[in-house]
């Protein structure tokens, strides 16, 4: 594998280079510590190969063949050697991430956090924030919830971490705390939130005020939601909170919902709307269609 890497370093291109060289600076500056045989020339593989992928995918473009492949193939190499280095040991945690090897991430993430935060604590962040996502793949919401206070503790602009932090809540019954998250983000005069961030923090509110009795509340929030995102799940919340204030219009919504997800990349929750209008025309003494 070393033959490959350094293989690499050769092909490098010219915009790797200018755009990439930023944190393989940053880990030279603090002193390059993976003392591994070619560890610079794997580091050097490393950090522009990762950066070739997470720009393409920031953009959402095709990353080039083998990007992802050749980062995490040298980052294996430098952990596997012994390498300390938080900067490399939360890229290569980032990566598991992505090929969702969940706890392994966990673990090789949290190895990362004191050296992080000595010599690269303008990461620490989104370092954060990786193990609340982790966390929450993995089912330990408790935990999640915890990294990512930590993450908007480090950065209070980490729009993600809040969003999330606002969903894991609701997800703890913490009904409260999530409304307030959540208003948070839709009152900021300074974060920058994506439509689809609105979205979802309008959608959380709805669950709540419908959790809470206020079907026309939730209604308001859901539509709001729609409006922003046009996501089949905001439908679906219209749906629930009409069952409570207009049954036939409720069902118009489940319908709708039906349609929008034969036609699109969500076959898995067919069944459940399916078994939705079914129950909906039982209560209505309606003939079933099966």
């Known amino acids: 594998m070393m033959r490959q890497i350094l293989a690499t370093v050769l092909v490098v291109c010219t915009w790797t280079f200018c755009h990439g060289a930023g944190e393989f600076e940053l880990y030279t500056s ?11 020339q794997a580091a050097k593989v490393a950090f522009e190969k990762y950066q070739v992928w997470k720009r393409a995918r920031d953009q959402g473009r095709k990353a080039p063949p083998g990007a992802f492949r050749d980062a995490g193939q040298a980052f294996d190499y430098l952990v596997r050697s012994g390498c300390k280095d938080g900067l490399v040991l939360y ?8 090929k969702r090897q969940y706890d ?33 793949k993995t089912e330990h919401y408790d935990d999640a919830i915890k990294y990512y206070r930590l993450s908007i503790q480090h950065d209070p602009e980490e729009v993600d971490s809040r969003i999330n932090l606002a969903t ?27 439509r689809w961030g609105l979205g979802q923090c309008h959608n959380l509110l709805g669950w709540i005020a419908l959790d809470s009795g206020q079907p026309n509340q939730a209604i308001e929030c859901f539509a709001e939601a729609y409006e922003l995102r046009k996501y089949p799940w905001d439908l ?55």
């Not at 603090?30 to 610079?40: F, I, M, N, T």
Request: aromatic share 10%; proline share 4%; hydrophobic share 30%.
């Open 30 to 40: 603090a002193g390059a510590r993976c003392s591994a045989e070619h560890g610079q």
């Open 91 to 98: 890229r290569y945690g980032n990566l598991l991430r992505h």
């Open 104 to 136: 392994k991430a966990i673990k090789v993430i949290e190895q990362s956090l004191p050296d992080l935060s000595e010599n690269y604590s303008s990461h620490l962040s989104s370092a954060y924030y990786v193990l609340g996502y982790c966390s929450t």
């Open 168 to 194: 894991r809540l609701y997800w703890k019954g913490r009904h409260d705390q999530a409304a307030e998250a959540a208003n948070y983000v839709l009152q900021s005069k300074t974060l920058k939130v994506s």
């Open 236 to 290: 679906e919340g219209l749906a629930w909170a009409y069952e409570k204030t207009d049954p036939k219009r409720a069902r118009d919504y489940w319908d709708r919902i039906l349609k929008v997800r034969k036609g699109s990349a969500e076959p898995k929750f067919l069944p459940q709307t399916e078994e939705r209008i079914e129950q909906m025309m039982s209560d209505a003494g309606a003939p079933s269609k099966k």
